[in-house]
């Protein structure tokens, strides 16, 4: 059995070199696949199915049938292995390794005909310093349908848009960082995250809110943003795109230095900038009145 190591992260898996190639392309494969499909869905007509945290956060049919696929997908070709999806899907691992889906991040870009939306679909093991889930990505792809981009990595392997090398950000100083992040859906969230980025804006070159986690960490390995971060993602939002960020040689922090990537806080950007940026985050949360904390976890 041939052990694979990551030069980019501290982390040893027993995972043979022929079953993380494989994975990584079913994980590219299904991506594909789903995306495909979400978009001939989005030219055949939208609409909100439902709504989960809030009646801002929505669920059309189209992220429940992508689900599905995936679902159905993977049963076939990895039957050992567990599921986790956004929409509920829910399969214990026999094998070790665990899926971790988000059938359309960036639902509300999808809803309005806005591009930046696209499937995640990560291959996981169990580590409980990777991320605030106990997950880390060993294999993952984010298709973007729209651009036709397939974002793809293999831990240890580097990542990759369709067959280019990824080249990950540059180092810039927070002053001249293009910054990208994200807002919740709940109210008390959002309260929170505007006291943080009132306090960032005129500490960086400008923002954006783009609409898609997944996307953001795959356009920061790409160094079309220097920086992103966001409070409260879920696994799904991460999985692929922390791995595909890593792996062109992004810094990932938590909350801070000891704390793993995820819930509560997820950092990302060039190994300075990384740092600078969970600083000024960190004083803006330390400045914020008692009020605007969300307390939800
Ligand atoms: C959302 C997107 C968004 C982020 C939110 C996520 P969804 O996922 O990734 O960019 O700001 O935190 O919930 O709802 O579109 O799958
Ligand atoms: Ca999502």
Redesign the pocket.
Known sequence: MTTVSSPGTPHHTDLTHETLTQIGEIAATLAREAGELIKTRRAEGVSVASTKSSVT?VVTAADREAEELLLRRLRELRPADGIVG?EGASVESTSGITWVL?P??????YLYGLPS?GVSVAATVADAQAAADGRRAVAGAVYLPVTNELFTAVEGGGSRLNDTALPGPAEVPLDRALLAT????TKARRVEQAGVIRQLIPQVRDIRR?????A?LCLLAAGRLDAYY?R???PW?YAAGLLIARESGVHVYGRDADTPPGEPLLIAAAPSLAVELREAITHAYAALDESEIDEAP
């Open positions: 956060d956004e988000d359309i991040d960036g639902t509300v870009n939306y994200g807002f919740g859906y783009m609409g898609s986690a997944a953001d966001e409260g993602l879920q939002d």
